[in-house]
């Protein structure tokens, strides 16, 4: 089964708004990543968090981790048209375990 | 130039057929992962490798196999094509202990 799951599955926001995403897991976790994919093409690493963090930042990017509910938040502020893409969330559950990816989040913003 | 190149890009072939997908990296990078992606599914690990002389089978490797042929090579082969198998299949690299990984732009394989 899954070890992440995003929430909600597809999110169509108009551009300038903000977009947020969510990902629950299941086991603890040694770190959470955030990944996109632009149609047709391979995921890009966006940003990690590690279990002892809480928030990250990067750019236009916010990543909020709570490990006592098992989920994590990525945050996209000033949604551009080019932010339009799937979403994915990849839990690691520890040093030398695999990534487990979640099925993916499709966000689409309107210009 | 990437540095995760997958070929070839788009393939279809018939049942029964054996194919062979191939994945070469310039990061100089040590593990190397072969993922398959179907619609509302996510990513799924096929296979995956720490060093050249390891090889790990994945959740789903079944009618799977994979050679590491150098660091920088890492190819997957279906040894008798089924339709089942019809996905969009990813190459992907990471350094060290819990760093990110890297992707290839994939694979399209349908096989009739």
């Known amino acids: 089964s899954q070890q992440g799951e995003e929430d909600p599955q597809a999110l169509s926001i108009q551009e300038g708004e903000n977009a947020t995403m969510n990902c629950s897991y299941k086991?603890?976790?040694?770190?959470l990543q955030w990944y996109r994919q632009n149609s047709g093409r391979g995921l890009v690493h966006l940003i990690l968090?590690?279990?002892?963090?809480r928030e990250k930042h990067s750019g236009r990017l916010r990543v909020t981790l709570d490990t006592s509910k098992k989920s994590s938040s990525l945050l996209i502020t000033a949604s551009r048209a080019a932010d339009t893409a799937s979403y994915f969330c990849?839990?690691?559950?520890?040093?030398?375990?695999?990534?487990?990816f979640g099925k993916g989040i499709t966000l689409s913003v309107r210009p | 130039d990437a540095d995760v190149t997958q070929t070839p890009r788009n393939r279809i072939t018939k049942t029964g057929k054996r194919i062979m997908l191939e994945c070469s990296q310039t990061k100089g990078h040590d593990r190397m992962y072969w993922y398959r992606q179907d619609p509302g599914l996510g990513l799924r690990l096929i296979y995956y490798?720490?060093?050249?002389?390891?090889?790990n089978k994945g959740e789903i490797s079944d009618g799977y196999s994979v050679s590491r042929q150098a660091q920088a090579k890492f190819s997957l082969s279906l040894e008798s094509a089924i339709p089942n198998q019809t996905a969009l299949y990813f190459c992907?690299?990471?350094?060290?202990?819990?760093?990110?990984?890297?992707f290839g732009d994939g694979t399209r394989l349908s096989i009739l």
């Open positions: 086991t603890s976790i040694n770190n």
């Open positions: 968090i590690r279990s002892n963090e």
């Open positions: 990849a839990s690691r559950t520890g040093a030398n375990s695999k990534l487990t």
């Open positions: 992907a690299t990471s350094g060290v202990v819990n760093q990110p990984q890297h």
């Open positions: 490798s720490f060093d050249v002389k390891d090889i």
